[in-house]
């Protein structure tokens, strides 16, 4: 089974406000077994555009990665948020293939 992950790149306006919705993820995320891989840490962006954060969350399965982005517990986080941050997402499915 090839695994998918939430790619997100966010631009947090009100860190008070963005607090609210990281104190309230967890839950939401081990429901569907999430694991982070990318939480915010140092970066380079060499090219295109980018944000002040970059996450990466690791789910089993592309299905999966979407049922938790369009359940009514995480869509009640997405309301939480975006009143303090921008937030691109990209849900995609992760390569199982041979690899070079």
């Known amino acids: 089974m090839t695994k998918a992950y939430w790619i997100a790149r966010v631009e947090v306006a009100n860190m008070d ?3 609210e919705y990281v104190a309230q993820n967890g839950p939401v995320f081990k429901k569907y077994g ?3 891989l990318v939480r915010a840490g140092k ?3 060499p090219e295109g555009a980018s944000r002040s954060r ?3 969350i ?3 399965d592309y299905d999966t990665a979407l049922a938790c982005y369009n359940s009514p517990e995480y869509q009640r986080l997405v ?3 975006k009143p303090h941050a921008e937030n691109d ?3 995609v499915e ?3 293939g041979p690899q070079p």
Do not use: C, H, P, S
């Open 17 to 19: 406000g963005y607090k």
């Open 34 to 36: 999430a694991k982070f």
């Open 43 to 45: 970066y380079e962006n």
């Open 54 to 56: 970059n996450v990466v």
């Open 58 to 60: 690791e789910f089993k």
């Open 79 to 81: 309301a939480i948020r």
């Open 89 to 91: 997402l990209v849900i």
């Open 94 to 96: 992760g390569y199982d």
